[in-house]
């Protein structure tokens, strides 16, 4: 079962951090990325973490701003989002899937958690 949290509104240039627990998932090399999806656009990933050798992976509108981590004792997967822009602003999901890899599409990903709202005002 996957549970993001963490979202909330925040001036342009600031930070925020969501948290995905991702009980049962850490340890059985899934691949677990964040995904966004903003209001008449399409779900896109926004950061990864490839379960086969952990490498991550992160899509270039993000790339230098985001960081994406994960904690296996804590069974979490945290995105660090910092100097957000207007444009970040969607609805922010943790998906995991056992036999996807981070260049799969989110289509491809099977286990869903629910989204967390991001606002960044300008």
């Known amino acids: 079962q996957l549970q993001a949290s963490g979202g909330g509104l925040v001036q342009a240039g600031g930070s925020l951090r969501l948290s995905c627990a991702a009980s049962?998932?850490?340890?059985?090399?899934?691949?677990i990325g964040w995904f966004r999806q903003a209001p008449g656009k399409e779900r896109e990933g926004v950061a990864c973490i490839n379960g086969d050798d952990h490498s991550t992976e992160y899509a270039d509108s993000v790339k230098g701003r985001f960081t994406i981590s994960s904690t296996n004792a804590k069974d979490m997967v945290d995105l660090q989002m910092n100097n957000l822009k207007p444009e970040d602003t969607a609805v922010y999901y943790c998906a995991a899937d056992r036999f996807s890899d981070c260049i799969d599409p989110p289509s491809d990903f099977r286990s869903w958690g629910q989204g967390t709202l991001v606002t960044v005002s300008s």
């Open positions: 049962g998932f850490l340890t059985d090399h899934y691949t």
